[in-house]
């Protein structure tokens, strides 16, 4: 167990639609990161915060955003959902800023998009 | 920083050694990474190496770093079939992570 949770699981849903997934990072972790990996696409970074504010960007398409919270969970958000966005998505968090060698993976979410 | 390759393919005995390679692409990667996601499961980042560094050891795995050709190799000694798993490498680009396509680890018994 990391310590990295992720809700909900599983989550099916319709084209056009759109989702939140969650994140919770370990005890005292402040960045947070998001993943996507695709039949596809295979992995791709999406975005990175650290302590509520965005650190870095990777190739998150418009339609999704993301965000932290004070109590530094995190949620990313998936819009007008296309069949192409059928992704396990996970998340990770570190305790820096730049400490990406240190990150623990949440179990992810497995998004259907039907 | 995104074309990072890999084998797809990776068919070891039980006790010998594994080399899993992987070249990149931007030279101002800042560090490089080897993950591991076992059938079913999430990812697990095994082991790293900052771009200063030839080589980095830790137990069992062996991390070398040729920033000339731009190539990263995973050396896995002693495999086990606990080692069967899809491994992947990554550059970090300032917190830009740019993912190889993964290796399939075969460990036979």
């Known amino acids: 167990d990391s310590g990295v949770t992720q809700t909900p699981k599983h989550l099916i849903t319709a084209t056009g639609q759109r989702v939140t997934l969650r994140c919770s990072p370990r005890?005292?972790?402040?960045?947070v990161y998001w993943y996507q990996q695709s039949l596809d696409q295979g992995l791709q970074f999406l975005i990175q915060?650290?302590?509520?504010?965005?650190?870095a960007k990777g190739n998150i398409l418009e339609r999704f955003s993301a965000q932290q919270f004070p109590d530094l969970h995190s949620e990313l958000n998936l819009s007008s959902l296309e069949l192409g966005d059928s992704a396990l998505y996970f998340c990770?968090?570190?305790?820096?800023?730049?400490?990406?060698?240190?990150?623990?993976f949440g179990p992810g979410t497995r998004l259907t998009v039907t | 920083g995104e074309d990072v390759e890999q084998s797809l393919f990776l068919s070891v005995r039980e006790g010998d050694s594994s080399v899993i390679n992987c070249t990149y692409t931007d030279s101002s990667s800042t560090y490089l990474y080897w993950y591991k996601q076992e059938p079913g499961a999430g990812l697990q980042l095994l082991t790293y190496?900052?771009?200063?560094?030839d080589m980095k050891q830790d137990q069992r795995l062996t991390v070398l770093l040729n920033k000339k050709d731009k190539h990263l190799s995973l050396r896995i000694a002693d495999t086990q079939t606990g080692d069967s798993a899809i491994y992947f490498c990554a550059e970090d680009n300032f917190n830009k992570f740019y993912f190889g396509s993964g290796t399939k680890l075969n460990v036979k018994p």
């Open positions: 990770a968090s570190s305790v820096g800023a730049d400490k990406a060698y240190e990150q623990y």
């Open positions: 915060y650290y302590n509520g504010e965005e650190r």
């Open positions: 005890s005292g972790d402040l960045s």
């Open positions: 190496i900052f771009s200063n560094m």
